[in-house]
């Protein structure tokens, strides 16, 4: 059983890096592009901060997972947590699409709303599952947050 638990750990951190490295691969061609002709609030940190925050961010993530996963056979709550977690990674890995990729800073901006949103119903659903994992998404939550921040902030200094 302590086997599976491993395996089950490691799925779980190939899963939210895996959208962590799709998404630099997705923001890295356009940073000395497109993002640096941007016009940017002063409250905008460095570029060194970006992969290590969501680095720690998405294995906290992870582990978040691994948590509510441990506890997901024959539980409807834990599925439910599973599920909201899902969606919520998947609008994680949306967003940078929309922005970097795609130039759609409106557009990303209603995707980090709708990221966040979905955050707080991932730990409200697990909560009850798993304090411990939901209070794990406690600074990815945060991060978002501040994220959605600095998105309006280039929305409002580029349109």
Do not use: E
């Amino acid at each position: 059983m302590q086997k599976y638990k491993f395996v089950n750990l490691l799925l779980a951190m190939a899963l939210c890096l895996g959208v962590g490295y799709a998404s630099a691969r997705a923001t890295s061609t356009q940073i000395s592009g497109w993002y640096t002709s941007l016009a940017k609030p002063s409250y905008i940190p460095s570029d060194w901060v970006f992969p290590v925050a969501w680095t720690i961010l998405y294995l906290m993530m992870a582990f978040s997972l691994w948590l509510l996963w441990q506890r997901s056979h024959n539980n409807q709550r834990a599925q439910i947590a599973i599920s909201l977690f899902l969606i919520q990674l998947a609008l994680n890995g949306l967003w940078p699409i929309v922005f970097f990729s795609l130039h759609q800073i409106v557009a990303a901006l209603a995707v980090v709303l709708l990221l966040a949103f979905a955050i707080v119903l991932t730990m409200v659903a697990a909560w009850p599952v798993s304090a411990l994992a939901a209070s794990l998404l406690i600074p990815y939550l945060a991060w978002v947050t501040y994220a959605a921040f600095l998105n309006a902030g280039i929305l409002a200094y580029n349109h």
